[in-house]
Structures are given as C-alpha cells and as structure tokens.
C-alpha cells in the first residue's frame, strides 16, 4: 500500500518568511495530492490540492508543486501570518483507493 | 448545510465500559471515515465505509465496531473500552474515491477512558 512521509515534523519561521513543507509518497500510481490544515482544538481542512496532471498550483499565498519522477510534493507558503500557525497534513490518492493516504502532520509556527 | 457533524463533543469512559460515537453528513456523500487522533501520531484510519450497508476495516481497526445503517450516518462503537482507545476522533465524508476524495471533517470526539 501507499506510504507517505512528511518532513519536518515542527517548522518555525519569522513572519513575513517562507515556509517549506515536504512529502514523498512511495506508490507511483498516486494521482491526487491534498493539503490539509488543523488549528489548534479544530478539524483539519482542504486548503490546496493538486492533481498529477499538473505539477503546480498556487492560490494566492500558498502553492503546491510535484514531481512524478521523484515521487514527492511540497506545501509552499509565503509571506506567513501568525494566523497560519497550525499542524499541515499532506496526503496521497490513486483511482483504485477508497481512501487517502496522510503523512504524520508538520507543526508550523510562525513568530511574530 | 450543517456539513459534518460529531456527537458527543466530548465523553469520559471507565475501562470496560461501552459507547457509540454519532457522525452525520448531509451532504449526500457515499464514502465515510472514522479516523483517531493521537499526540504526533498524525490521523489513523479506523474503519471506513463507501455506501450505506457497507463497511471496512482501516489501519487500526481492533476494538472498534462499525455500522452504516443510513447513508447520512457512520456510527463507531467501543464494545469494552480500554485506556489506549484515549484519543480525539474524528469522522469524514467524501463524494468520492480517488482524485474525488476531497474529505470533509467533523469537530471531533475528545474520548478519555479512565
């Protein structure tokens, strides 16, 4: 089955600075590729995902990129914000899969 | 819409004892989910269902029953509950399977077992 790693497990960056998530994924026929964030106390939630028809896809601050070849994906977002502090999960899917597939989650703090 | 919803909020249980986690969606979605979540364990899949009267089970599925008698609700049980089954859980729902497999969370269930 499909195993997904994600590093690092705790991230901290000034805010105003980039920060950088990252997963690889070990099924090669993995086609879906979703980014989900939890706040403190919450539920997680959608906040980007890309498809392997593409290799990236950004919506205003954050972006994703891909790479097939390697198998792995990363979470960019720039100009951080107190507010996205929180655990990202990334996470994979094929076709044949009735279920994704998460990464271990990166706790993100961004220092004001 | 209400989306996801979780009942209880939160439940605090005696070793052995039992209960049943509620998790609805009125989204009309036919893939549902029970994940738990522990301190840097990231979420694990309990069981899962992809229509009504189906079910399956998921990466930690001991101790844990399922049933999904109505395709709106996905109910968990805990037959004989056990100090280790202390977690937040947290029930899904998607449309679909694969590239549709958007999932849409609950608040979440904070379980403590004494």
């Known amino acids: 089955g499909e195993n997904v790693e994600q590093h690092p497990s705790t991230l901290s960056v000034q805010e105003g600075d980039s920060a950088v998530i990252k997963c690889t994924y070990s099924?090669?026929?993995?086609?879906?590729f979703p980014w989900y964030k939890q706040e403190l106390g919450k539920r997680p939630q959608l906040i980007i995902d890309?498809?392997?028809?593409?290799g990236e896809k950004k919506d205003q601050r954050i972006a994703v990129t891909l790479n097939k070849t390697a198998k792995h994906f990363s979470l960019h977002i720039t100009e951080t914000q107190p507010e996205d502090s929180a655990v990202y999960f990334c996470?994979?899917?094929?076709?044949?899969?009735?279920?994704?597939?998460f990464g271990t989650g990166t706790r993100l703090t961004v220092i004001p | 819409n209400a989306g996801v919803t979780q009942t209880p909020k939160f439940r605090v249980l005696k070793t052995g004892q039992s209960m049943t986690l509620l998790c609805a969606q009125d989204?009309?979605?036919?893939?549902m989910y029970w994940y738990r979540q522990d301190p840097g364990m990231g979420l694990r899949l309990i069981h899962y269902?992809?229509?009504?009267?189906?079910?399956a089970k998921g990466e930690v599925p001991d101790g844990y029953n399922v049933s999904r008698l109505k395709k709106q609700n996905f109910l968990l049980g805990l037959e004989s509950a056990a100090p280790s089954q202390t977690s937040v859980y947290f029930c899904?729902?998607?449309?679909?399977?694969?590239?549709?497999?958007?999932?849409?969370f609950g608040p979440g269930t904070r379980l403590t077992v004494l």
């Open positions: 989204m009309n979605h036919e893939y």
């Open positions: 269902s992809v229509g009504e009267g189906t079910t």
């Open positions: 996470a994979a899917s094929n076709t044949g899969a009735n279920n994704l597939f």
């Open positions: 099924d090669s026929a993995s086609n879906y």
């Open positions: 890309i498809r392997s028809n593409v």
């Open positions: 899904a729902s998607s449309y679909g399977r694969g590239a549709n497999n958007e999932q849409f």
